[in-house]
């Protein structure tokens, strides 16, 4: 509960000097009188203060005396610098929480935590609302002159607008929308294969989705290229190897075809410095976006690749894909089509009647995240100094969610004083970058196992005990070739988003917590 004003002692102008801080939060915090009901009992050996905007509660136990000498000099910086830096971004925490209608429980009723956004991320409220009304208002199919079937059309093109601004793409002509990641990849494959004479290769990485193996692979069996070549990443820290990707990029190679964000291992790709490295080679360079798109501002003009394909249920939404290509491209290219589909892009990469409701659906997203960029971009305007309009505020949304996930990748692994991180648990067996000062290098996506015992019962466990939702998969480790370089075939994931809190991570390192004794005993 927020502490009545009449409570408090006021604020302590003197507390930047005190925790060594920039003072930009410092008047947030307040100290509270000993009889207020934050304080739990009377004592005059307690200090109590309360960070107003994160409702953070932080108890010192010494007289006021000696606030700010020796060890509670140390403690009380060290403390509100977390109450600080961590806690801050609650109250709008609160308001994100209230666009995911499921965010606290699933349809069921169920209380639960969410942390399998990895596979499918929850829905916002908005998207499912523009899908719902979509479908019915503009059931009729596109070129009519009456009313459903023009308003069909202005769905799509606003959708088409809108993944343009979001990703800063030059056109909405750039813009393609397909069944799914794969297809589109698949669709891209058939269409790069024709230039290929079978002496060519293709560069991948060691910690790609099958989506983004699976249709290059193809052209090597059917003879089309060469061979695909895979670049290895370090398993200690998860992070893509540059030294061997520049060694396997050659004359003959004509795509280069790279995830953003590993999804088994959370790692972050250096695109700017990998799609340098394919102009210089003369080849394709193509993103897989999938993990990508909801945790990481991406900007195709910046980093120079020539595609990127990502999934809207990954970005809050619905089941539906869409795919970025440079428009002189989209136009060279034949990509699969029947004959009477129109000649010029992007129509004529896209199979069928398109579904209004998952462009309808993409726009609400990018609603969402313009509302979210209008709430915090005073506290990303560094980030964004290059943007105007709607893309300044999709970027300002952006921004700060790569930064709030920071935070709770870095409560993942270090804790809190509440419970200790997956760093400090013994028997537990983390893959990737664990590093808490590299944070900037991942997502907050994790994945793990219990030594000697079975992911899957882990997963169940951590859902009937705990009532956290996490993922254990088999079909090759999260439909990924990582877990090859582990020696494993499955592992469990959590992989929490910007909607999750600081308390749930620290709810899920006491359920995990409690997983390595239940399944210790067990072994």
Request: charged share 25%; glycine share 6%.
């Amino acid at each position: 509960m927020p502490p009545n004003p009449n409570s408090l002692i006021g604020d302590l102008k003197s507390l930047p000097q005190i925790i060594g801080g920039s003072g930009q939060s410092d008047r947030h915090i307040v100290l509270v009188r000993r009889n207020h009901p934050l304080t739990r009992e009377r004592s005059d050996r307690k200090l109590i203060f309360y960070h107003k905007v994160s409702r953070c509660r932080l108890e010192v136990k010494q007289p006021r005396s000696q606030i700010i000498r020796g060890s509670t000099h140390i403690k009380v910086r060290t403390m509100l610098r977390h109450a600080i830096q961590v806690p801050k971004m609650t109250s709008i925490l609160d308001e994100i929480r209230r666009e995911f209608p499921y965010a606290e429980r699933d349809a069921s009723g169920r209380r639960r935590i969410f942390f399998e956004n990895a596979a499918g991320s929850l829905v916002l409220r908005r998207s499912a609302e523009a899908e719902s009304k979509a479908r019915l208002e503009c059931s009729a199919n596109v070129g009519g002159p009456f009313w459903e079937s023009k308003m069909n059309e202005e769905v799509i093109l606003e959708g088409r607008k809108s993944v343009r601004d979001l990703l800063n793409a030059s056109s909405e002509k750039c813009i393609v929308s397909g069944e799914s990641a794969t297809s589109l990849l698949f669709q891209l494959s058939y269409a790069l294969s024709k230039e290929m004479t079978g002496i060519e290769n293709i560069v991948l990485t060691e910690y790609e989705h099958f989506a983004n193996i699976s249709p290059w692979l193809e052209l090597q069996r059917r003879g089309v290229i060469k061979e695909v070549r895979f670049v290895k990443f370090n398993p200690e820290d998860g992070l893509l190897d540059l030294a061997h990707l520049a060694s396997l990029i050659d004359k003959k190679t004509r795509v280069v075809s790279v995830t953003g964000v590993a999804n088994t291992l959370g790692s972050k790709t250096p695109l700017t410095e990998v799609f340098k490295l394919v102009k210089e080679a003369g080849a394709y360079g193509v993103l897989d976006a999938v993990h990508t798109i909801g945790h990481v501002p991406l900007d195709v003009e910046k980093i120079d690749c020539d595609f990127a394909v990502f999934s809207a249920y990954k970005l809050f939404s619905r089941r539906g894909s869409f795919m970025y290509g440079r428009q002189d491209l989209l136009d060279k290219l034949d990509p699969y089509k029947v004959e009477p589909a129109p000649k010029e892009p992007p129509e004529k990469w896209e199979m069928g009647t398109r579904d209004q409701a998952l462009f309808a659906s993409l726009s609400a997203v990018t609603d969402y995240l313009c509302w979210l960029g209008g709430k915090v971009e005073s506290e990303v305007r560094d980030n964004i100094t290059n943007y105007s309009g709607r893309q300044r505020l999709l970027k300002a949304a952006m921004f700060w969610i790569e930064r709030y996930e920071q935070t709770l990748s870095r409560v993942m692994l270090n804790g809190t004083s509440k419970v200790q991180g997956m760093n400090s648990m013994k028997g537990l067996e983390l893959y990737g970058m664990s590093d808490p000062s590299k944070t900037h290098m991942r997502v907050p996506t994790f994945t793990f196992n219990i030594t000697d015992a079975d992911a899957r019962m882990v997963a169940e466990y951590l859902w009937e005990k705990h009532a956290i939702a996490v993922l254990a998969e088999n079909n090759g480790g999260f439909y990924s070739r990582t877990l090859r370089t582990y020696g494993k075939t499955i592992a469990v994931r959590a992989s929490p988003i910007h909607l999750n809190t600081v308390a749930e991570v620290e709810i899920f390192l006491a359920a995990l917590h409690d997983s390595l004794k239940k399944f210790k005993q067990s072994a």
